[in-house]
């Protein structure tokens, strides 16, 4: 027990590292090994979404194995895999570190962790909570509410916060870079500066107070009673193969056991373990006088070798239930903001058949919400995404950003491309090589470069040709796909205006960003609902053609070229 906890602890904080990396990599220079084999692959949640969007398998097999795992040894991936729950566990010892450190134990410091935080008692597990929170895990996924279920899914809570992490991390590198140019140093090389949202980096912040604060004082409280992957692996832990238990005949009732574990299922005084409970930590086994603490085969199947098998109708009830319920079909997402169609009418402002559903407050009312290259769609994109902020830390164009209201409140924190920080980098597919949920399809560069997602709107009355008389050009010449052709305005002045050749945009907000106009830009994206290739420029298409002069004539050679 003692060498496994030691493997536990190494092969956690190993794998937190690992994953971490991916959320604080500021230069986004990871290797392609991260994307081709991301950590993210580990995670329970995300890999049920694959497997029940139709991924396969393979795509999914950490959700399989961690459920194969649990039928065998209990609750592994709470301790080994989960990134929240090792967060969890790392903050708690931080919390517990001055009752056990010499030289602040003694100190008020270390007295006060001593009593508040250090001795945890045994509590009776809240089952119907648990069930609760299980239930509307399972409905969310039903019913497609990919943020309602990232709000229960250890591993999206995890990187809610670490995207407030990444963003600080940013900012405290730039701003640490402009000190050292100011005494003329250049050592520290500044960062793309993220895309920021207060609302989003607040909630992060105070996501991991609170979580600071229920790990200090409660250990795994959450674990135990909101994280539907536990309540889902404590269900079938109760089946498992082996599970841990306490020898009553040696067990001298101590409560050094009860005091060390985090998940609060021992009782030490009935010497009686709740394995349902049980995250695998195994802190129990540390420091026990008679070695009590142990492995051993399941009391269930004892009783099933000894013929003496008692079947539980209610377990294989809700396990049936459970299996129904996760591969009925769909739904679509509710509760949204919609596109004012009278809005459109009345300014008589362009709106494309097939155009996305979805705004951005304050901005022009023919600018709808696009979803990232590899999405698919609209539909797909909020059914599975459950705002991990993976693709938010891994965009270099930082295109991509945490939403408030701009999905409606149901799409809290879900991503949304907002071309006011970035636009989508041609030779960029970090994020759909990112996605840990199928939300975002893999791509490769070339398959991303004519994927449509959206369509480039040109309002003729904001542009600077038109308002002020005056050249620009800026969307044309950095249009990756060369769907914005310049064309004869005033021919006296030689001014040109944009037109968007709408079947070869591509949506990726290049224009949009690089448009001078302000507070509207005279290009806005109008995402897509469901996303279609784009067809590639040819000069055929070309609207303006200058008369070609005819060409000057060479003279002809004289027959005595030395007439002298």
């Known amino acids: 027990m003692k060498f496994l906890r030691i493997f536990r602890i190494v092969f956690a904080i190993l794998f937190f590292a690992a994953i971490s990396l991916q959320f604080l990599d500021i230069y986004r220079d990871l290797p392609q090994a991260y994307y081709d084999y991301p950590p993210t692959a580990l995670q329970f949640v995300p890999a049920a979404l694959k497997f029940f969007a139709g991924a396969g398998v393979a795509a999914a097999w950490a959700f399989f194995a961690f459920a194969g795992v649990a039928l065998i040894l209990g609750r592994a991936y709470c301790s080994f895999a989960c990134p929240f729950g090792i967060l969890m566990d790392i903050l708690r010892r931080l919390a517990t570190f001055p009752a056990r450190n010499k030289f602040l134990k003694k100190t008020f410091l270390g007295k006060f962790a001593q009593k508040k935080f250090a001795n945890l008692k045994y509590s009776k ?89 229920i790990s200090a004082l409660q250990g795994r409280l959450f674990c135990n009673t909101i994280c539907p992957v536990g309540s889902l692996l404590g269900g079938l832990s109760k089946f498992a193969l082996f599970q841990i238990s306490i020898d009553k005949n040696s067990c001298l009732a101590c409560g050094k056991c009860e005091r060390n574990c985090k998940a609060k299922c021992i009782n030490s005084k009935e010497k009686t373990l709740d394995f349902s409970r049980c995250v695998l930590c195994l802190n129990c086994a540390s420091g026990c006088p008679k070695a009590s603490v142990g492995f051993g085969l399941n009391p269930l199947y004892k009783n099933l070798f000894a013929k003496k098998r008692e079947e539980s109708v209610g377990e294989k009830i809700s396990r049936r239930a459970f299996a129904a319920a996760s591969i009925s079909a769909t739904a679509a997402v509710f509760g949204c903001k919609k596109y004012d169609e009278e809005l459109a009418q009345k300014h008589s402002l362009k709106v494309l058949e097939g ?52 999905w409606g409140l149901s799409g809290f924190m879900q991503p949304f491309m907002d071309f006011e920080s970035g636009f989508c980098l041609p030779e960029c597919a970090n994020c759909t090589q990112a996605c840990p949920t199928g939300a975002i399809s893999k791509l490769t560069q070339k398959e991303k470069i004519s994927e449509k997602i959206g369509t480039a709107i040109f309002n003729r009355e904001l542009c600077v040709v038109f308002t002020d008389g005056t050249d620009c050009a800026a969307c044309a010449e950095h249009c990756p796909v060369q769907a914005i052709e310049m064309i004869l305005f005033n021919e006296k002045k030689s001014l040109y205006i944009p037109h968007v050749h709408e079947d070869v945009c591509i949506g990726c907000g290049a224009c949009e960003h690089v448009c001078p106009v302000r507070p509207h830009t005279a290009l806005v994206i109008q995402g897509i609902k469901v996303h279609k290739k784009a067809k590639p420029f040819d000069e055929s298409m070309r609207l303006y053609r200058p008369q070609e002069k005819a060409p000057i004539e060479a003279p002809k050679p004289l027959d005595n070229p030395f007439p002298f």
Do not use: H, W
Request: proline content about 5%; some cysteine; glycine content about 10%.
């Open 125 to 213: 597990g809240l089952s119907a909570l648990r069930v609760v929170f299980l239930c509307a895990a399972i409905l969310a996924m039903i019913f497609g509410f990919g943020a309602l279920l990232g709000l229960l899914d250890p591993y999206s809570l995890y990187g809610k916060i670490m995207g407030g992490a990444f963003i600080a991390a940013s900012e405290g590198v730039n701003a640490a870079s402009a000190a050292l140019s100011s005494f003329g140093s250049y050592a520290l090389n500044p960062v793309p500066a993220p895309a920021f949202s207060v609302p989003a980096f607040g909630f992060s912040i105070c996501l991991l107070v609170l979580i600071a604060a």
């Open 355 to 406: 155009a996305s559903e979805f705004r951005v407050a304050g901005a022009r009312a023919d600018k709808r919400i696009a979803t990232p290259p590899g999405s698919k769609s609209i539909e797909n994109f909020l059914e599975n995404c459950t705002a991990c902020q993976r693709c938010v830390a891994s965009c270099k164009g930082q295109v991509l950003k945490a939403s408030t209201t701009q």
